[in-house]
C-alpha cells in the first residue's frame, strides 16, 4: 500500500520536527537542519515507498541521516576546490586573471542562452549532483530525455565556449 497524502501530511506533522532535530544535532545549524529535513520529506513522497507507520519513521531517520552524510561530502568537496582554486589563483598573472574572468563571464552568458529544458537538466546533474535517473523522476520525463537535453546542453555549451 502506498503513501496517501493524508497518511503523508500526518507522518509529516508528527515527525518533521523530530527529523529535523536529529540533523540539527548532528550539523549545529538550524537554517541547514531546516533544509535537509524537507529534503528528506521530499524524497519519501519521491520514492512512495509501502507504507508501514513503525518502518516508515524508522526509514526517515535513514533517510535523515544519509542526507546530513551526503550534505557533508558535497561541502567537503566544495571547500576542497575552493582551497585548491585559491592555492591556484595565488600564482596567476593578471592577464591569466583577466582570461579566467572573461571566460567565466562567457560561461554564465552562453548558460542563460540555453533552451529552459537544457539549462534545467544541465543544473541539475552538474550543480545539484543529480544522476540522470533522478532527474528523469524529478522532471516526470525519460531518462532517454535526459541524456537527449545534456548533450545538447554540452554540444552548445562547447561551441558557444571555444576559444576565440
Known amino acids: 500500500m502506498t503513501l496517501t497524502k493524508y497518511e503523508f501530511k500526518t507522518l509529516f506533522d508528527q515527525n518533521f520536527d523530530v527529523i529535523r532535530n536529529y540533523i540539527y544535532y548532528r550539523s549545529g545549524d538550524p537554517d541547514l537542519a531546516t533544509d535537509l529535513a524537507q529534503n528528506v520529506f521530499l524524497r519519501l513522497w519521491e520514492k512512495q515507498p509501502d507504507y508501514h507507520a513503525k518502518a516508515t519513521v524508522g526509514l526517515l531517520y535513514k533517510m535523515a541521516g544519509d542526507e546530513f552524510v551526503s550534505q557533508y561530502r558535497r561541502q567537503k568537496l566544495a571547500l576542497n576546490y575552493k582551497n585548491s582554486l585559491a592555492f591556484s589563483m595565488e600564482d596567476v598573472s593578471p592577464e591569466e586573471e583577466l582570461e579566467y ?26 550543480m545539484d549532483g543529480l544522476k540522470y535517473h533522478e532527474i528523469a523522476e524529478r522532471l516526470h520525463i525519460s531518462v532517454k530525455a535526459v541524456e537527449k537535453r545534456m548533450k545538447n546542453a554540452l554540444d552548445d555549451l562547447k561551441s558557444k565556449l571555444k576559444v576565440k
Open 101 to 126: 574572468k572573461e571566460l567565466q563571464q562567457r560561461y554564465e552568458k552562453a548558460l542563460a542562452g540555453l533552451p529552459e529544458k537544457q539549462r534545467v537538466v544541465f543544473l541539475m546533474s552538474r
